[in-house]
Each structure stands twice: as C-alpha cells, then as structure tokens.
C-alpha cells in the first residue's frame, strides 16, 4: 500500500520566479511548481495538494497562517500518513516551532522543506529536498507506525527537530543548524534515521490560537534602557523573551531591574535565553545572571528564539495566568529543550 501523503504549499523560493518587470523573486502558482517535478508522480506515495491562495514570501508569514497551516494538518490528520509543507526558508524555524506547540503528541510526520534556489533554475536544491522530504513524511517502521512523529525541518540532506532550529546561512545550500540536538536523520544513497530521544510522552493535544503580545529584547553591550521603558508596558505586553550574554548573563543595570521586578511582579512574563548560538542559560552560574534570577525572570536552558517566541505566544493564549504560563514554559513540551 502506498503511503498517501499531504503537501500543503504555503509559498517561499522553492516555487518563485523572477517578476520580469522588478527583476524580484515572487512567489508563483503550485502547478507550475509541480510541473518541474514529474518525479513526484513515480514515487512510492499517493500525493495530494492543497496551496494557500495567495503562495507567500515566508517574511509576511503571521500567527494566523500557522494556524492555518495546523488546521490543514488537523482536518486532513486521519486522511493521511505524512504532511509535506512548503515554505519559504527566512522564517521556516519559527513556522516548525509553532506548529510543535500546536499539534502535540501527534504520530505522523509534518515535515517542512523549501530551496535557496527557484525549483526552475538549473540549480536548484529544490527538487532534492522535496522529493526527500516526501519519501520521509512516507516512512514508516515494520509494524505499520511512522518513523518520524513530529514537526521537523528537511533541507539539504538533513532532517532537524523543527523546534530546535534556526537559519543560519542566507546563501549556502545548507541553512539550517540544530546547535543543541542532533539530526533527527541524514540522507546519502539512504535515510539514515538516529536513534534520538524520544519527544515527552503526550497524549494528541490540537491547540492552534496564539498570543502575539509578546516581545523580544536582545541585550548588547552599552545598551541605553531608557529606549525599552514602553517595553515593560504591562498588559500591553503580556511576555519578554531576553536573549542575554553567554550563560544568561546582562549588565547590572539598576533600571533594567527595575523595569524586569514592576513587569513579573503585575503578572508579565520573562524567559531568558542566551544570544551564543549552543548551550544554554544557567541563571546563579555567575554573578552577572542574578540580576535576571532576582526579579523573576524564568531561565530558558537551551531554548532558540524562534521556540521561545512560539512557545510564549502559544503559553499566553493557552493559559488563564502568569503561574500556569510560568510552569508550562519551564517544561520540555516537545522536545523543545533540554531540561
Ligand atoms: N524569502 C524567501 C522566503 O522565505 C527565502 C526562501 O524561501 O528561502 O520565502
């Protein structure tokens, strides 16, 4: 029986072609973008499509396509053995983090893909990754279950955790890094699936609304606060992702302390996570992290900001009060961090 797999096309590279008045990428029709791929009609899969109406450059990706994109995977979860999504690299790490938070405990694959390079030039990546991105939402283990049981991110010859990784390179084939977790399968002559640590057990749990009323400040040396006061505006913004100095650490700064003890004491909530690209915030490890673990600020291990963001976003939707959201974001959810 062959598998049936789903690919929903959202936009991004893979399907773009140059606008002959501007000179710019656009995004463009999916029939055109299957038409450069006869091979997906020989593969060992029954593929169905969806598109969004208007294919999307990943830049103007908002909550509400996430939603979307969930949505589709939600109504169509019974249907099929694999989710294929189509999307622009720029953003893909923060669409893949959201949807983990979104569709929780899921047992089939949503795998996301997209190029650097149009699917109609010479050299594009584009073909590769789709075609491996679809032979993986197909995979499955002797006893009938699917091999991989989560939202993850394929780009070239590399399949990553979604929530764990970031966009690294604007102009190598290979985009995507996953600092803190290892490949969730490397593609040669064949997938070779790891045997990584299994996500928390979870029942399936669909939640697809999100808060936007969150924030992110990025910390640098000699950084004036007074410009971040508005920042603190609590409820305005409901919570800060800080990305601080090495193992958590920032400055002394009386008014940021200030600012950090009046926004957590009125219920807002803060994760600190760390600006290096590996490792992962220690609050009390040094001196210079006490100013964060005084005023309350939750310490985000290994988080990436991309599933910081998604996750307060999803927290803050999800939950009545700044406890709830508080525990949640301190938990591993779906393998998101490492705790
Ligand atoms: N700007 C494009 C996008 O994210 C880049 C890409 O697809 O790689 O939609």
Avoid at 150 to 172: D, M
Avoid at 299 to 316: F, H, N, Q, R
């Amino acid at each position: 029986m062959k598998a049936k797999v789903l690919l929903i096309y959202t936009g991004g590279t893979i399907g773009m072609i140059n606008d002959p008045k501007t000179g710019a990428l656009s995004a463009f029709d999916f029939r055109y973008l299957l038409d450069q791929i006869p091979e997906l009609n020989r593969m060992n899969a029954d593929i169905s499509v969806v598109s969004f109406d208007k294919p999307l450059d990943s830049s103007e990706i908002l909550p509400a396509d996430w939603k979307k994109m969930a949505e589709t995977v939600i109504s169509n979860y019974e249907l099929y053995d694999g989710f294929v999504i189509l999307h622009g690299s720029d953003t893909m790490a923060y669409s893949a983090s959201a949807l983990s938070f979104m569709l929780q405990g899921i047992t089939k694959p949503v795998i996301f893909t997209g190029s650097q390079l149009p699917i109609g030039t010479i050299r594009t990546d584009g073909k590769e990754n789709l075609i491996t991105a679809v032979e993986i939402a197909a995979a499955k283990n002797p006893d009938g279950s699917a091999v991989i049981q989560e939202a993850a991110i394929y780009f070239e010859y590399s399949l990553y955790r979604g929530n764990r990784t970031s966009k690294v390179s604007a102009n190598h084939f290979e985009a995507f890094k996953s600092p803190n977790y290892p490949e969730l399968a490397v593609a040669g002559v064949q997938i070779s699936y790891q045997n990584n640590q299994p996500k928390p057990e979870k029942e399936l749990h669909f939640f697809t609304d999100l808060d936007n009323h969150v924030a992110l400040l990025k910390i640098f040396p000699g950084i004036n606060f007074e410009l971040y006061k508005n920042l603190f505006n609590y409820p305005e913004v409901k919570g800060i992702v800080i990305e601080t100095f090495g193992s958590g650490n920032g400055p002394s700064n009386s008014q940021l302390s200030r600012y950090l003890i009046d926004f957590i004491g009125k219920g807002g909530v803060v994760i600190n996570i760390t600006q290096c690209l590996s490792g992962n915030v220690e609050q009390g490890k040094y001196e210079a992290s006490n100013i964060f673990k005084k005023a309350g600020v939750l310490g985000g291990a290994d988080l990436t900001a991309e599933a910081a963001i998604t996750k307060l976003m999803y927290a803050i939707a999800r939950f009545d009060n700044s406890k709830q959201v508080s525990a949640f974001m301190q938990k591993n959810i779906c393998g998101e961090m490492s705790v």
